[in-house]
């Protein structure tokens, strides 16, 4: 499976953007997740979606303003994100798996076994 993220952009607090990460190969029981990371942090689980179940999982922080989703016939997961802060600011990746991410460990990048290169998203005040 190869990964290529994209729609990452400079906006201002408040706005809202939509990032895609699209699938080559086959995407059938892939859990799909995405990560990020600032500037001199660590990398970190924003948001998580299952193919078994749909199910959705996200950071804290992130609830009630990103929605993650997925469309299985054009091999592409989707965060929309809304109410961007300022903190938002990172290098967001996607992330895939079909055999660790259902052990629960949605949020450990070290369950994923495919990664993409990252996009940048510049949230200013």
């Known amino acids: 499976v190869q990964l290529q993220a994209s729609g990452g952009g400079l906006v201002q607090a408040g706005d809202s953007l939509r990032l895609s990460c699209a699938a080559s190969?086959?995407?059938?029981?892939?859990?799909m997740s995405w990560f990020r990371q600032a500037p001199g942090k660590e990398r970190e689980f924003v948001a998580a979606?299952?193919?078994?179940?749909?199910?959705?999982y996200y950071r804290d922080s992130v609830k009630g303003r990103f929605t993650i989703s997925r469309d299985n016939a054009k091999n592409t997961v989707y965060p929309q994100m809304n109410s961007l802060k300022p903190e938002d600011t990172a290098v967001y990746y996607c992330?895939?798996?079909?055999?660790?991410?259902?052990?629960?460990?949605?949020?450990?990048?070290?369950?994923?076994?495919?990664w993409g290169q990252g996009t940048l998203v510049t949230v200013s005040s």
């Open positions: 190969g086959t995407f059938s029981y892939y859990g």
């Open positions: 979606i299952s193919w078994i179940s749909s199910g959705t």
């Open positions: 992330a895939a798996d079909r055999e660790r991410f259902y052990s629960g460990n949605y949020y450990d990048l070290r369950t994923y076994a495919y």
